[in-house]
């Protein structure tokens, strides 16, 4: 029983951890084409359209973003659209906060252990000895 518990503990921790706290970070404009293809971004133009997409590839001009759409078939299907560079007024990409997350990871660990200590220091406690006999007098 107390493998089974810690397993689960193990797999709580390593989701947690898979998981982290992501945030949508702006890319400055200079920066646009300084990865060839970038994941989970978002576009807003300067006609105020919105557009998410998986990931996009940066060519010398122009933004082609994909996004996967939902079908019944074995193979992946992508709607792609393209952007010029120059018609998009805001870009952004979420990534993992690393700061956000190992304070949730460190916050989470600690109250395991206290809890586990917590629990060892209750077991650890000797048990009250029993009260001595009472003599043939009646007890106070």
Wanted: hydrophobic share 40%; with cysteine.
């Amino acid at each position: 029983m107390r493998a089974s518990r810690c397993l689960r503990v193990l797999a709580a921790l390593s989701w947690l951890a898979a998981c982290g706290c992501t945030t949508l970070r702006e890319i400055p404009r200079n920066a646009y084409a300084a990865a060839e293809q970038r994941k989970d971004i978002t576009v807003d133009t300067r006609e105020g359209l919105h557009y998410e997409f998986d990931y996009a590839r940066f060519g010398s001009d122009t933004l082609t973003g994909f996004r996967q759409r939902d079908t019944e078939g074995k193979f992946e299907e992508y709607a792609t659209l393209a952007i010029p560079l120059d018609a998009i007024a805001k870009l952004s990409a979420r990534r993992v906060d690393w700061y956000r997350t190992g304070l949730v990871g460190g916050v989470t660990l600690s109250a395991i252990v206290l809890a586990a200590l917590s629990r060892q220091k209750g077991a650890a406690a000797p048990e009250p000895a029993p009260p001595p006999p009472c003599p043939s007098e009646p007890c106070p």
